[in-house]
């Protein structure tokens, strides 16, 4: 094991089946040295390892896909990358079994009116009947009425054909994508603060930190990777904090675990603010160097005693002074923060805080000190970058500055008039569904029925649209209510790019064709456009010459992609953005020379002030519902609930609650919030706030924790308010059955993916975690 | 303990089963885990802890010592292989025998599987898949030299006791460096007999 976190990456090193290639005392493959080939190098079986990355998470782990002689992948195989050093989650070492699974959709699905069943038509009908559909519902009911919603797992050529779809072919304000519901927040709080979106440093900056803290994310199941920097800081000496309401696999061993309550976090993080200026422990010079707006977050902060937010935070006011001390003394700290403190209707205040602290202590743009947020899906940081978020443009321009209009349809090739305004965020469309106002839609690689807080509402905007069309390679629970699916590639059928949660650009390659029947995503939409007419403005035929434009089009604004080539990337291993020349060898750390990319080079400090959740407690809802994931499965399932590995891991959601409500383990619990209410098993354990109750929520309805969660925005990033909402909790007689997922007519659904309903709860309860009496 | 060998680190396990799913992505017995996930603590805490194959070497491991087939060969190294399918006789003498609880037995095929420290891999330099794709390092492959250079200050421990009987392991386990207790107590509490929660 190299000890050294900058080991280079590899370069398409492989394995050597003859041990007399490997080099002396050699103990893995890590260290084999391999040779370098101009092609992937098959071994002696006719196995070819091809490079690439997981489709899952934020990490972005380096993998190695198997594939067998006649080119079908058939396993994977660890790949010393930068990112993750041979390590994989369970989740990605099963991420291969998607690919050849028989669920997969191998033609498209079509029907007239949801009434129908589907029937497998040619590309050529399902192509023809969309263009109709979005004709006639465009010329009666004007250009906006018709609506598509991307996704963050898509590679960013994807997203940057989204965008421009939606805007030069479709003509319609209203693109949005799943992003939305992952860290917008934090996006719009590095915006205001930094003046560029991204983490300000990369995760091997970890293992330099004396002191870090964690909010509001569960690293060790959702970025379990990312956990070896955590342990490596650790084994260096480093004090760990977290701050969450469960106590997690990572808060377990931390040296101050705050298990507050939810929806308190930007009063919690003022509170320790004030701790810090109250024991002269803020980095002054600093301060007067580089932020402004410090004297009104100081006022604020002042606001903020410990005695007054240990009364809103359910916490012991002496853990905010340790925290304060611990993060403020340490000589280089980090802050990193994942969906915990950003699903809130605050979520945007909540980071603001963070950023707040951190900059009042001097812990920014340096080695083993600095501010991250951890991106949830693959695709969650570049995915927002080249123009599929409503507001923005490639490149992270802004719909609505004249100038990068001016810019955008100058690369395009149309007119300024013809450049749609700002549209609304996924939530709100929805909203526009149920009202009429969008009667059309095309989503791309998302679910909203399973991911979308408040499902009733969620269900009723879709099915009131007159036509609904998805691109997907599995049926997922909202494919299964479109008009029309194409079925499209998996991420190892395509070449493409990511951004990670470091903001480092990683390439997948492709490992196997498409099965006979599947094209690509680049190919669906270029091929719709060009029948709505555009077909001159898409002429791509593969993900290169979209990353080509896309390049062009990032080139010279925060977001400069304009030195990054795939072959640099396959070089490299990867480069994090900004990088304007292909002999830049990008910015891993932001901020080293003291300036953010705001005109004055300043950090711009917000005022933040608490408010309680929009959702409000009484004597019928006391408690908090909390919702999160689960490491053997991924946002909405549909591409974990399929594989047998991981439903045998975490076959069904349940209700974790604590001891003290007298429920044992594995008993039915039913959670009621005002949306509605749903019967889980209960796990009991200590492990969680005794006023919380945590439901994972990767499940459809009837065990979806999405529908019991609020519909509640954050005012600026739109992003739901999926970790706070009041419930109760109560004995119930039986346990909703995990409906099982969706097939394609004529398909048998996958006898894995069949959870047993009538089995008693296995005698380790979901994780195991659960308790029953103890003698 | 051998040269090469797995260290088992509970303090850093997070539970995530990384280590099951590539025990199961094995080439020498795909589709099965022979890795065991157990909880010490449950509905206290989410601590976890893996167990693999111990590789035992006292003066050979238990499971070889019972086996009426001399089906359980080990090698030089000191790993203790799965059964030869060529011998064994699936009749469960030693997973009656293994104190940590490794072996299984496939019913229907009447042949013992557990782990064998991925042969396949190791003999050619790999580490095995568990210890290879395990994010925290709660599984670490290597020499203990290693290990001390990468995690400064750490204990590990080769020798755990169960009642009278003292069993020295191939594989090793930190143990916390502030409460070295030599030998480790082996087992954990009996929770079930029979598939019966005995703890009600």
């Given at each position: 094991m190299t000890a050294d976190p900058r080991a280079a990456a590899d370069r398409r090193t492989f394995i050597p089946l003859d041990p007399s290639l490997a080099p002396p005392g050699t103990r893995a493959f890590r260290d084999a040295g391999g040779i370098p080939a101009d092609q992937w190098h098959a071994d002696q079986n006719g196995e070819t390892l091809v490079p690439t990355h997981c489709c899952f998470c934020g990490v972005q782990c380096g993998m190695y896909l198997r594939v067998d002689r006649g080119g079908k992948v058939f396993g994977v195989e660890p790949r010393n990358h930068d990112i993750n050093r041979m390590r994989l989650c369970p989740k990605g070492i099963n991420a291969y079994q998607q690919v050849n699974h028989p669920d997969r959709l191998t033609a498209p699905l079509m029907r007239r009116s949801r009434d129908e069943e589907f029937r497998e038509v040619s590309w050529e009908e399902a192509l023809d009947f969309t263009v109709s559909e979005i004709k006639r519902i465009q010329q009666t009911h004007g250009n906006d009425a018709f609506g598509l919603l991307g996704g963050a797992s898509l590679f960013s050529e994807k997203t940057y054909l989204v965008g421009k779809f939606a805007r030069v072919a479709l003509k319609t304000r209203h693109v949005d994508y799943n992003g939305r519901l992952c860290m917008v927040s934090a996006a719009g709080a590095n915006k205001l603060a930094f003046g560029i979106d991204r983490a300000g440093n990369p995760f091997s900056d970890i293992l330099l930190t004396d002191c870090l803290l964690i909010a509001g994310s569960n690293v060790g199941e959702c970025f379990p990777v990312m956990t070896q920097y955590v342990w490596g800081a650790r084994d260096r000496g480093a004090s760990l904090i977290v701050i969450d309401p469960r106590e997690t696999a990572i808060a377990r061993t931390a040296d101050i675990h705050v298990a507050l309550k939810p929806g308190t976090d930007s009063a919690f993080f003022t509170s320790v603010l004030h701790v810090v200026i109250e024991e002269g422990l803020t980095d002054e010079n600093y301060l007067a160097a580089h932020a402004t707006g410090w004297e009104e977050v100081k006022a604020k902060a002042a606001e903020y005693p410990p005695s007054r937010a240990a009364a809103i935070c359910g916490i012991p006011a002496e853990q905010i002074v340790q925290?304060?001390?611990?993060?403020?003394?340490?000589?280089?700290?980090?802050?990193?923060?994942?969906?915990?403190?950003?699903?809130?209707?605050?979520?945007?205040?909540?980071?603001?805080?963070?950023?707040?602290?951190?900059?009042?202590?001097?812990?920014?743009?340096?080695?083993?000190?600095?501010?991250?947020?951890?991106?949830?899906?693959?695709?969650?940081?570049?995915?927002?970058?080249?123009?599929?978020?409503?507001?923005?443009?490639?490149?992270?321009r802004s719909i609505m500055n004249e100038e990068h209009r001016r810019q955008i349809c100058e690369i395009w090739g149309i007119e300024e008039s013809e450049l749609p305004a700002a549209g609304t965020s996924m939530m709100e469309m929805v909203w526009q569904?149920?009202?009429?106002?969008?009667?059309?839609?095309?989503?791309?690689?998302?679910?909203?029925?399973?991911?979308?807080?408040?499902?009733?509402?969620?269900?009723?905007?879709?099915?009131?649209?007159?036509?609904?069309?998805?691109?997907?390679?599995?049926?997922?629970?909202?494919?299964?209510?479109?008009?029309?699916?194409?079925?499209?590639?998996?991420?190892?059928?395509?070449?493409?790019?990511?951004?990670?949660?470091?903001?480092?650009?990683?390439?997948?390659?492709?490992?196997?064709?498409?099965?006979?029947?599947?094209?690509?995503?680049?190919?669906?939409?270029?091929?719709?456009?060009?029948?709505?007419?555009?077909?001159?403005?898409?002429?791509?035929?593969?993900?290169?010459?979209?990353?080509?434009?896309?390049?062009?089009?990032?080139?010279?604004?925060?977001?400069?992609?304009?030195?990054?080539?795939?072959e640099r990337l396959e070089e490299t291993g990867g480069i994090a953005w900004p990088c304007p020349t292909t002999d830049h060898p990008g910015t891993p750390r932001l901020f080293e020379d003291g300036k953010t990319y705001h005109p004055d080079g300043k950090i711009h400090l917000q005022v933040v002030e608490w408010h309680p959740p929009m959702d409000p407690y009484d004597d019928e809802h006391p408690m908090s519902l909390t919702t999160g994931r689960t490491v053997a499965h991924f946002l909405s399932g549909n591409q974990t609930r399929r594989l047998g590995a991981l439903v045998e891991q975490t076959p069904r959601p349940w209700a974790e609650v604590h001891p003290s409500h007298g429920f044992r383990n594995g008993e039915p619990v039913r959670v009621v919030t005002r949306r509605g209410s749903e019967v889980f098993p209960a796990l009991v354990t200590e492990a969680i706030r005794p006023d919380t109750v945590f439901i994972p929520y990767h499940w459809p309805v009837p065990t979806a924790a999405n529908a019991l969660t609020i519909d509640a925005l954050d005012p600026r990033s739109k992003i739901p308010e999926y970790k706070v909402c009041a419930c109760r909790i109560e004995h119930a007689e039986r346990i909703d059955e995990v409906p099982a997922p969706p097939v394609a007519p004529g398909h048998v659904a996958y006898p894995e993916t069949q959870v047993s309903r009538t089995d008693p709860l296995p005698p380790t309860a979901p994780q195991g975690r659960g308790t029953s009496e103890r003698s | 303990m051998m040269g090469r060998t797995i260290f088992i680190d509970p303090g850093r396990c997070i539970g995530c089963q990384a280590c099951v799913s590539a025990c199961r992505e094995c080439d020498s017995h795909r589709g099965k885990s022979m890795i065991h996930l157990d909880y010490?603590?449950?509905?206290?805490?989410?601590?976890?802890?893996?167990?693999?194959?111990?590789?035992?070497?006292?003066?050979?491991?238990?499971?070889?010592?019972?086996?009426?087939?001399?089906?359980?060969?080990?090698?030089?190294?000191g790993v203790v292989q799965q059964a030869d399918t060529t011998r064994c006789i699936g009749c469960s003498n030693c997973v009656n025998a293994c104190p940590f609880g490794v072996p299984k037995i496939d019913l229907q095929a009447k042949l013992q599987m557990k782990c064998n420290l991925c042969y396949d891999r190791t003999a050619y330099g790999l580490a095995p898949m568990c210890a290879t794709v395990c994010p925290t390092g709660a599984l670490f492959y290597g020499t203990v030299e290693e290990l001390q250079a990468e995690r400064p200050g750490v204990q590990v421990a080769d020798t755990f006791v169960f009642g009278e009987t003292e069993v020295r392991t191939g594989v090793a386990m930190v143990v916390p460096a502030e409460r070295v207790q030599w030998p480790v107590p082996g087992g954990l509490p009996v929770v079930e007999i029979n598939g019966k929660d005995v703890r009600r």
């Amino acid at each position: 094991m190299t000890a050294d976190p900058r080991a280079a990456a590899d370069r398409r090193t492989f394995i050597p089946l003859d041990p007399s290639l490997a080099p002396p005392g050699t103990r893995a493959f890590r260290d084999a040295g391999g040779i370098p080939a101009d092609q992937w190098h098959a071994d002696q079986n006719g196995e070819t390892l091809v490079p690439t990355h997981c489709c899952f998470c934020g990490v972005q782990c380096g993998m190695y896909l198997r594939v067998d002689r006649g080119g079908k992948v058939f396993g994977v195989e660890p790949r010393n990358h930068d990112i993750n050093r041979m390590r994989l989650c369970p989740k990605g070492i099963n991420a291969y079994q998607q690919v050849n699974h028989p669920d997969r959709l191998t033609a498209p699905l079509m029907r007239r009116s949801r009434d129908e069943e589907f029937r497998e038509v040619s590309w050529e009908e399902a192509l023809d009947f969309t263009v109709s559909e979005i004709k006639r519902i465009q010329q009666t009911h004007g250009n906006d009425a018709f609506g598509l919603l991307g996704g963050a797992s898509l590679f960013s050529e994807k997203t940057y054909l989204v965008g421009k779809f939606a805007r030069v072919a479709l003509k319609t304000r209203h693109v949005d994508y799943n992003g939305r519901l992952c860290m917008v927040s934090a996006a719009g709080a590095n915006k205001l603060a930094f003046g560029i979106d991204r983490a300000g440093n990369p995760f091997s900056d970890i293992l330099l930190t004396d002191c870090l803290l964690i909010a509001g994310s569960n690293v060790g199941e959702c970025f379990p990777v990312m956990t070896q920097y955590v342990w490596g800081a650790r084994d260096r000496g480093a004090s760990l904090i977290v701050i969450d309401p469960r106590e997690t696999a990572i808060a377990r061993t931390a040296d101050i675990h705050v298990a507050l309550k939810p929806g308190t976090d930007s009063a919690f993080f003022t509170s320790v603010l004030h701790v810090v200026i109250e024991e002269g422990l803020t980095d002054e010079n600093y301060l007067a160097a580089h932020a402004t707006g410090w004297e009104e977050v100081k006022a604020k902060a002042a606001e903020y005693p410990p005695s007054r937010a240990a009364a809103i935070c359910g916490i012991p006011a002496e853990q905010i002074v340790q925290v304060a001390r611990t993060f403020a003394r340490a000589p280089r700290a980090m802050a990193w923060h994942a969906r915990g403190i950003e699903h809130h209707s605050q979520g945007v205040e909540n980071c603001l805080t963070v950023i707040n602290l951190c900059t009042a202590t001097g812990h920014i743009g340096k080695p083993g000190a600095g501010y991250g947020t951890i991106t949830g899906q693959g695709n969650g940081q570049g995915g927002r970058e080249h123009g599929q978020k409503s507001d923005l443009l490639p490149g992270g321009r802004s719909i609505m500055n004249e100038e990068h209009r001016r810019q955008i349809c100058e690369i395009w090739g149309i007119e300024e008039s013809e450049l749609p305004a700002a549209g609304t965020s996924m939530m709100e469309m929805v909203w526009q569904m149920q009202r009429r106002e969008i009667r059309g839609l095309i989503g791309i690689c998302n679910n909203p029925f399973v991911s979308l807080p408040n499902y009733q509402v969620v269900k009723e905007g879709y099915d009131t649209t007159e036509f609904h069309a998805q691109f997907d390679f599995f049926l997922s629970e909202t494919a299964a209510n479109a008009h029309v699916v194409f079925p499209v590639t998996t991420w190892a059928e395509d070449e493409g790019v990511m951004a990670n949660a470091e903001a480092r650009v990683v390439k997948h390659n492709k490992a196997q064709d498409p099965p006979p029947g599947v094209r690509t995503d680049t190919w669906a939409m270029c091929e719709l456009a060009r029948r709505l007419g555009a077909g001159d403005k898409f002429d791509f035929p593969d993900s290169r010459s979209v990353f080509d434009e896309l390049r062009v089009a990032s080139a010279g604004t925060v977001n400069d992609y304009y030195g990054i080539t795939y072959e640099r990337l396959e070089e490299t291993g990867g480069i994090a953005w900004p990088c304007p020349t292909t002999d830049h060898p990008g910015t891993p750390r932001l901020f080293e020379d003291g300036k953010t990319y705001h005109p004055d080079g300043k950090i711009h400090l917000q005022v933040v002030e608490w408010h309680p959740p929009m959702d409000p407690y009484d004597d019928e809802h006391p408690m908090s519902l909390t919702t999160g994931r689960t490491v053997a499965h991924f946002l909405s399932g549909n591409q974990t609930r399929r594989l047998g590995a991981l439903v045998e891991q975490t076959p069904r959601p349940w209700a974790e609650v604590h001891p003290s409500h007298g429920f044992r383990n594995g008993e039915p619990v039913r959670v009621v919030t005002r949306r509605g209410s749903e019967v889980f098993p209960a796990l009991v354990t200590e492990a969680i706030r005794p006023d919380t109750v945590f439901i994972p929520y990767h499940w459809p309805v009837p065990t979806a924790a999405n529908a019991l969660t609020i519909d509640a925005l954050d005012p600026r990033s739109k992003i739901p308010e999926y970790k706070v909402c009041a419930c109760r909790i109560e004995h119930a007689e039986r346990i909703d059955e995990v409906p099982a997922p969706p097939v394609a007519p004529g398909h048998v659904a996958y006898p894995e993916t069949q959870v047993s309903r009538t089995d008693p709860l296995p005698p380790t309860a979901p994780q195991g975690r659960g308790t029953s009496e103890r003698s | 303990m051998m040269g090469r060998t797995i260290f088992i680190d509970p303090g850093r396990c997070i539970g995530c089963q990384a280590c099951v799913s590539a025990c199961r992505e094995c080439d020498s017995h795909r589709g099965k885990s022979m890795i065991h996930l157990d909880y010490t603590d449950e509905g206290h805490s989410v601590a976890s802890l893996p167990t693999v194959c111990m590789h035992c070497e006292d003066p050979v491991a238990p499971c070889a010592e019972v086996c009426p087939a001399d089906a359980i060969l080990v090698t030089a190294d000191g790993v203790v292989q799965q059964a030869d399918t060529t011998r064994c006789i699936g009749c469960s003498n030693c997973v009656n025998a293994c104190p940590f609880g490794v072996p299984k037995i496939d019913l229907q095929a009447k042949l013992q599987m557990k782990c064998n420290l991925c042969y396949d891999r190791t003999a050619y330099g790999l580490a095995p898949m568990c210890a290879t794709v395990c994010p925290t390092g709660a599984l670490f492959y290597g020499t203990v030299e290693e290990l001390q250079a990468e995690r400064p200050g750490v204990q590990v421990a080769d020798t755990f006791v169960f009642g009278e009987t003292e069993v020295r392991t191939g594989v090793a386990m930190v143990v916390p460096a502030e409460r070295v207790q030599w030998p480790v107590p082996g087992g954990l509490p009996v929770v079930e007999i029979n598939g019966k929660d005995v703890r009600r």
